[in-house]
């Protein structure tokens, strides 16, 4: 775990980017939840009542939901965002989301969690990062730093293994034809073999077959699968420069 006072208090370990006007120490009693998996939501919804010792939880499944939540009164004391979202993807949800609450810590629980995408949220002003896999105490660890005005970075987030993984994804993803990386954009819009036939004017058994080979260069067993990984590693490349 990495803490970082705010400006003009103690001494940063590292330089990080000027952080939203976040009072010094403030109770966190309410949280809004931003992530489209309910099971998850349910989970971490106990993880912040039990150990992190929140009041009131609530969740929306969208970036248009919680920016309609975040305009009405009585706004959260903390806000905890997936960076994947079915209206948005990346950190154009965090962006939005600062606009829409200046004031407001913003937890990133993310799986994308290599250190290139955890520097960019950072600079687009998030207050905590903790990987969706990280353990209760974590959880704990991120909501006590941010009340007492400390950026937290799970030190999760910063294994090297991480890293190698993300550079291995892109990798991977540079393996596929032209028409295979077509072929698996259309699969991540939800369309069906016969249809991506149709839009791509191929034969259906050609599609399957290069879905087949997709999957064997991911390295991966299902259709979902191979578009989680696109997703995950197209967006660790595209922050790589940040």
Known sequence: MISYRHQ?????????????TV????????????????LFCDALAMTLTGPVGIAEVKSVGSLKAALERLAQPGKPDVIVLDLNLP???????????R????????VIVSSLDEMRVVRAAVQA????????????????????????????????ALDPAAQAASDEAVRRLALLTRQQAKILEL?????????????????ETTVKAHVTAIMRKLGVQTRMQAVLFAQEASFAHLVSDT
């Open 187 to 203: 699969i991540g819009t939800g369309l069906m073999n016969k249809q991506i036939a149709y839009e791509l004017s191929i034969a």
């Open 23 to 38: 009072p010094e120490t403030r109770p966190l009693r309410s949280a809004l939840i931003v992530d489209d998996h309910p």
């Open 99 to 106: 606009q829409a609450a200046p004031d407001i810590p913003i």
């Open 125 to 156: 002003g998030v207050n905590a990062f903790v990987p969706k896999h990280a353990e209760r105490e974590e959880f704990a660890r991120a909501f006590t730093a941010i009340a007492a005005g400390e950026l937290h970075i799970s030190g999760d």
């Open 87 to 97: 209206d948005v993807n990346g950190l154009d949800g965090v962006v939005r989301i």
């Open 8 to 20: 003009f208090r103690g001494t940063r370990m590292a330089p990080v980017p000027t952080q939203p």
